[in-house]
């Protein structure tokens, strides 16, 4: 359960962080672009897009559904390489690294 917490922590913080670098969008991509079989949907959005409309309510339902969480994977490599040249996203990166410290 703390795991939970922990990450349910982790996505607030990350939304907080998002709205405050106005990187938060109020209308979601278009259907065929969430639909997208790419890691990351590499083809359709931008990470921060990913973030938002794929990884974070999935997450989330996750966590209020009780369900178990996935366990050992990372997302901060992709980040590190994809905000490289990015300052707005790269404020993302501390909070992405403890999304990855807590499903581990």
Known sequence: MSDYIELSDALAQLEDKMLELELW?????????????????LDTLSP?????????????????????VPSGFEISPYFEQAMSDKAK????????????????
């Open 48 to 68: 921060t897009q990913w973030l938002q409309w794929v990884f974070m309510p999935k997450m989330q339902d996750l966590i209020e559904s009780n369900s178990e």
């Open 25 to 41: 969008q109020s209308l979601p991509p278009s259907y065929r672009a969430l639909e997208s079989t790419q890691p990351f949907a």
């Open 89 to 104: 996203l790269s404020e993302l990166l501390p909070i992405i690294k403890q999304i990855d410290e807590a499903v581990k």
